[in-house]
C-alpha cells in the first residue's frame, strides 16, 4: 500500500463548478500539508501550505486537512478553464525538505 | 534568471552510459532539492542541499546516483552506468531557507535505451 493515495482521474468538469480534489495517507507522523499544480511539460508550482489540521482559504483554493480521518482535500471555486492541470498532493513528517506525493489526479475545466 | 532552470530539458541515453544533469536555482535560494518523476507515479525525494549542512542524500536509489553542489549555485545529479528503470524526469527545485520547495525547473526527461 502506498503512502499516499491519490485518484489519477481524469476528472472533467464544466466552467464554473466547484472541483474538489482528495488524498489519503497512512503515516500518522505526517503534519505538513501541501497541493502542487503541474501544468503539461512543467514542473510543479506550490499551491497551498497548511500545518495540522484545519482550513486554509486562497482566493478560489480552499485547502482541508482531516489528521483525525488521515484525508485531505483541496477545493477549487469557480473553476476556469485555466485551472486544466495535474494536482499533486504531497507531505511531510519534518517540514519541507522531503516530501512524500501522491501520484496526482488530472483535471480538465472544460468550457 | 527569474526560476529554476535545468538542463538539458530531454536527455537519451545507451544502457551502461553516464549522465550528468544539471541545476541553476534562483539566486539567494539556500535550498535545493532533486525528486524524480516516474511515469504513473508520484515525485520520489532523492537529495537535498542547504547551505553549510550536510546533504540528505537518504532518497538516492543506489550508489550509482550521487549529486553535488558548491555554495548556494549550481548543483549536478549525475548517474552511472544508467538503466532502463532510471528512465524519468528529473525535477530540481530551490527554496528559501529550510523549507517547502514552491518553486521546481521544468525537468530533465531522461529516456535510457
Known amino acids: 500500500q502506498k503512502e499516499v493515495e491519490q485518484d489519477p482521474g481524469p476528472l472533467s468538469v464544466p466552467e464554473g463548478a466547484i472541483v474538489s480534489l482528495n488524498c489519503t495517507y497512512s503515516n500518522s507522523a505526517f503534519q505538513y500539508f501541501m497541493w502542487y499544480r503541474q501544468y503539461s511539460r512543467k514542473g510543479p508550482e506550490l499551491l497551498m501550505y497548511t500545518y495540522s489540521s484545519g482550513n486554509k482559504e486562497d482566493g478560489r483554493f480552499t485547502a482541508q486537512v482531516d489528521k483525525s480521518s488521515k484525508y485531505i482535500s483541496l477545493f477549487i471555486r469557480d473553476s476556469q478553464p485555466s485551472d486544466s492541470a495535474t494536482y499533486l498532493c504531497a507531505m511531510s513528517a519534518g517540514g519541507g525538505n522531503k516530501l512524500t506525493f501522491g501520484t496526482g489526479t488530472q483535471l480538465k475545466v472544460e468550457l | 534568471g527569474a526560476g529554476v532552470s535545468q538542463s538539458p530539458s530531454n536527455k537519451v541515453t545507451e544502457k551502461g552510459k553516464d549522465v550528468e544533469l544539471r541545476c541553476d536555482p534562483i539566486s539567494g535560494h539556500t535550498a535545493l532539492y532533486w525528486y524524480r518523476q516516474r511515469l504513473g507515479q508520484g515525485l520520489e525525494f532523492l537529495i537535498y542541499?542547504?547551505?553549510?549542512?550536510?546533504?540528505?542524500k537518504s532518497g538516492l536509489p543506489s550508489d550509482r546516483f550521487s549529486a553535488e553542489r558548491t555554495g548556494e549555485s549550481v548543483s549536478t545529479l549525475t548517474i552511472q552506468r544508467t538503466q532502463q528503470e532510471d528512465s524519468a524526469v528529473y525535477l530540481c527545485?530551490?527554496?528559501?531557507?529550510?523549507?517547502?520547495?514552491?518553486?521546481f525547473g521544468q525537468g530533465t526527461r531522461l529516456t535510457v535505451v
Open positions: 527545485a530551490s527554496s528559501l531557507d529550510y523549507g517547502t520547495p514552491a518553486f
Open positions: 542541499f542547504q547551505v553549510n549542512s550536510a546533504p540528505d
